[in-house]
């Protein structure tokens, strides 16, 4: 059954149940099998579905022209406009991430995220996941700014980091919606010119601001920076 179907079928029965579900989906399929006439299959269905796309339309039916209104539930109900039925799609789970924009005489400290997973290979603001919720009704997040301090051990020094975020920006994956909490600071490449803390897999650099471009950024880091570019320096 296809879309044109399957909403004709739907209002005919009058089926307050979403079509996409496994149990409405075979109720409709078993009335389909019923009605479908011996030796006429490729007639009726072609009918069915023109039925479906001419006349019994998703936003404007033409509930007067229908040849099966007599026999039409969801018109003698004044339903027609309500079905079939469609359940909310859930809304995709929200992820926290604090970041920091570290500058150090014109240039930004920015890493490259692992080859292997979601936008591997990509440069972005250091950052580290969080809890939703995490920052105070005043934008404070001390516990998180102490796990972004400890991320960046080795590779850079970090000088007035503020206690609340700045700059709150969203970004939507396929599966997940993420909201980046922007902590911009001032800071210095740490003793000895780590480009990887102790133990960490992740790649650091300091590059100068005007060199971005050349550097594959992710989507999200990309409307941090324009939205930082009069704070920075």
Same mark, same amino acid.
């Given at each position: 059954m296809d879309g044109n179907v399957t909403r004709l079928l739907c209002r005919l029965l009058a089926l307050r149940e979403d079509p996409r579900d496994?149990?409405?989906?075979?109720?409709?399929?078993?009335?389909?099998d019923r009605l479908l006439?011996?030796?006429?299959? &490729?007639?009726?269905?072609? &009918?069915?579905m023109e039925?479906? &796309?001419?006349?019994?339309?998703?936003?404007?039916?033409?509930?007067?022209?229908?040849?099966?209104?007599?026999?039409?539930?969801?018109?003698?109900?004044?339903? &027609?406009l309500d079905l079939p039925l469609r359940k909310p799609k859930p809304q995709a789970p929200l992820r926290?991430?604090?970041?920091?924009?570290?500058?150090?005489?014109?240039?930004?400290?920015i890493r490259r995220r692992a080859p292997e997973g979601l936008l591997g290979g990509l440069w972005e603001l250091p950052g580290v996941p969080a809890e939703v919720g995490c920052l105070g009704k005043d934008g404070s997040g001390t516990a998180g700014l102490r796990k972004l301090r400890e991320s960046l051990r080795g590779v850079a020094l970090l000088e007035?980091?503020?206690?609340?975020?700045?700059?709150?920006?969203?970004?939507?994956?396929?599966?997940f919606r993420e909201e980046l909490e922007?902590?911009?600071?001032?800071?210095?490449p740490a003793p000895g010119g780590r480009?990887?803390?102790?133990?960490?897999?992740?790649?650091?650099?300091?590059?100068?601001?005007?060199?971005?471009?050349?550097?594959?950024i992710t989507g999200a880091t990309r409307k941090i920076l324009e939205l930082l570019e009069p704070e920075r320096g």
């Open positions: 496994p149990g409405a989906r075979n109720r409709l399929q078993g009335v389909a006439p011996k030796g006429h299959s &490729a007639d009726f269905n072609q &009918a069915m039925l479906g &796309a001419l006349v019994c339309r998703p936003g404007r039916p033409r509930c007067p022209e229908c040849p099966l209104a007599e026999h039409c539930e969801a018109l003698r109900r004044n339903e &027609a926290v991430t604090l970041v920091l924009a570290v500058f150090h005489g014109g240039r930004l400290l007035r980091v503020p206690r609340k975020s700045v700059l709150s920006v969203r970004h939507t994956y396929t599966h922007v902590f911009p600071c001032r800071g210095r480009s990887r803390p102790e133990g960490g897999e992740l790649c650091y650099r300091w590059t100068d601001q005007n060199d971005l471009h050349e550097f594959p």
